[in-house]
């Protein structure tokens, strides 16, 4: 799993503030126990120089230490079943003064030597998940919500396809897409009038790719390209448009929404093409939502951005009557 440094620290953060709450915790229920029984803390002041005990009684000892060693065992586990029966005795669990960890594997430290411990896993892919959902309605938005009873039946004259048909198709292919995500993913561009499903099935696959452990970047191509020009002129917060445009190119998987609402300009184009060309060159997967036909890209943009646009990208056309209008009158 390749994860994303910032989302990494703050797991990382959060565990430690875990693991530091729990010894706090400890040492408060120590506290009290050795208040009610003060004969408990002789007992952990002895246990804890068993260690020093049997180095010592191996270096006196000058041949075979085994003798010392065993007795210095045998007094280890009275003195720990008399601490049990005092623990006991105060009404307390066995595990009272022990510290509980979320993870026994790796106590909460996120790694088992160098490699990351399984718990680290599932807290970054949920971190993950709760970051897209402050930013996408990933609750109500994704494949098991989906309805088909939206689309239409009746092909359309000019495909020969119905809405039902094409949304279905263009379903199963985000679907596989989601759940066969990878590294080495190609890229999709989904394209139609508005209101058809584009951006309710990009936040499907956005949900179910950072489940699965992925950092998924989403944004409309409006607030891309405004970092691009602050940035590059200034009037706005620096700091966070730099910070915004490192996920956009660093993510596992970029979703850009919207693109041709944006103001276009030649900087517009040029910051584009340049998001566009790192992630292509670099082979991090895109996808791309608009409501322009094949037959814009070159006129709104530039010939090589239509050429990447057409050629490196898988296309799913939507159609049929907006979804959003058909809510609004129940039907």
Known sequence: MKFQKDVLSAVLREMERSRNDREQALSGRRQEVYARAPRVRRIDGELQSTAAQVIRASLEAGGDPAEAIAALRERNLTLQEERRQL???LGLPADYLEIRYDCPVCSDMGYIGSEPCEC?????????TERLSAILPIQDQNFEAFRFDYYSDTPDARLGMSPRACIQYNFNKCLAYAQQFSLDSGN???YGSAGLGKTFLSTCIAKTVSERGFSVAYDTAINILASYETVKFGGGDLDAAKAAI????????????????ELSTSFTTSAFYQLL?????SRRPMIINTNLLPERYEPQYSAAIASRL???FTPLRFIGDDIRR???RGS
């Open 246 to 261: 490192r996920r956009w190119e660093d993510a596992d998987l970029l979703i850009m929404d919207d693109l041709g609402t």
């Open 87 to 89: 623990i006991a005795g």
């Open 120 to 128: 680290l896993k599932l807290r970054y892919t949920r971190k993950l």
């Open 277 to 281: 060309n790192n992630r292509l060159m």
């Open 310 to 312: 057409m050629g490196e």
């Open 326 to 328: 058909k809510r609004r």
């Open 188 to 190: 999709l561009l989904l």
